[in-house]
């Protein structure tokens, strides 16, 4: 470990948790132990993910440590942005102002539902047969 300070945070979307660490530094962001554009090869994800950093100016002076669980790639990246964005309220709250009117501190709550007895899936219906 370093002797640097760090801030730490929980994000979250729909199924996916991200544990956030930033710290000073050049602005390397590392998920889950791999190099940002190796592990979200998309560019929407990686765009996501940098909107609070570039919002309060610290892209290229922060780093970013992520491991990340559960759900797909995006809301995986959508997790790290939330988680992101606490850390940085930790950090200094005079960033609170601008990150909540962004909107970046609201987590996404939608989940998937979960599977009913006697239905295919949580709402479909087997098939009805008259005869």
Do not use: W
């Not at 940002?36 to 919002?55: G, K, S, W």
């Not at 601008?98 to 009913?116: N, P, Q, S, V, Y």
Request: proline share 2%; charged share 30%; with cysteine.
């Amino acid at each position: 470990m370093s002797d640097k300070v760090q801030y730490m945070a929980t994000g979250r979307r729909k199924n996916s948790v991200a544990r956030v660490r930033i710290m000073a530094g050049e602005g390397r962001v590392t998920v889950n132990a791999r190099a940002f554009n190796a592990y979200f090869p998309r560019e929407c994800n990686r765009l996501i993910i940098m909107q609070p950093l570039e919002l309060v100016k610290l892209d290229k002076k922060i780093d970013v440590f992520a491991s990340v669980s559960g759900g797909g790639l995006s809301g995986q990246a959508g997790a790290i942005k939330h988680g992101m964005a606490r850390a940085l309220v930790k950090m200094d709250a005079g960033h609170k102002a601008a990150i909540k009117k962004a909107g970046f501190l609201t987590r996404d709550a939608r989940m998937r539902e979960r599977k009913k007895y006697g239905r295919r899936r949580a709402r479909r219906r087997f098939q009805f047969t008259k005869r």
